[in-house]
């Protein structure tokens, strides 16, 4: 079982950047397939990017490519999420979840089964 916790998250305008952090525990980091997802008030849970276990490669959801970066420290065992140009529709609780089973990381969020707590971002107009 592996433990995740985010940090980072806050308030900005419209234009600016935050970057993400997702601390783990408790098993091996680089074995996991990373992954962010985010929720807006009453919407569902959403894909926004995953990496693969080495860092090698990143996907991401094609609302944040070009202005999110999602990279990973396997020393550290932290992943992150660089969010620059953030709009007002960034606005969300962001999660980072783990999967232990897959080398193409997943972008539904059943394909993951570590999840953290969450962290708000929210982006003024």
């Known amino acids: 079982q592996v433990q995740l916790v985010e940090s980072g998250g806050g308030l900005v305008q419209a234009g600016g950047s935050l970057r993400l952090s997702c601390a783990a525990s408790?098993?091996?980091?680089?074995?996991?397939?990373m992954g962010w997802f985010r929720q807006a008030p009453e919407k569902e849970r959403e894909f926004v990017a995953a990496?693969?276990?080495?860092?090698?490669?990143?996907y991401y959801d094609d609302s944040v490519k070009g202005r999110f970066t999602i990279s990973r420290d396997n020393a550290q065992n932290t992943v992150y999420l660089q969010m620059n140009s953030l709009k007002p529709e960034d606005t969300a609780v962001y999660y980072c979840?783990?999967?232990?089973?897959?080398?193409?990381?997943?972008?539904?969020?059943?394909?993951?089964?570590?999840w953290g707590q969450g962290t708000q971002v929210t982006v003024s107009s």
């Open positions: 990496i693969r276990r080495s860092g090698g490669t990143s």
């Open positions: 979840a783990a999967d232990r089973g897959k080398l193409t990381p997943g972008r539904n969020e059943y394909d993951y089964d570590y």
């Open positions: 408790g098993r091996t980091f680089s074995n996991y397939v």
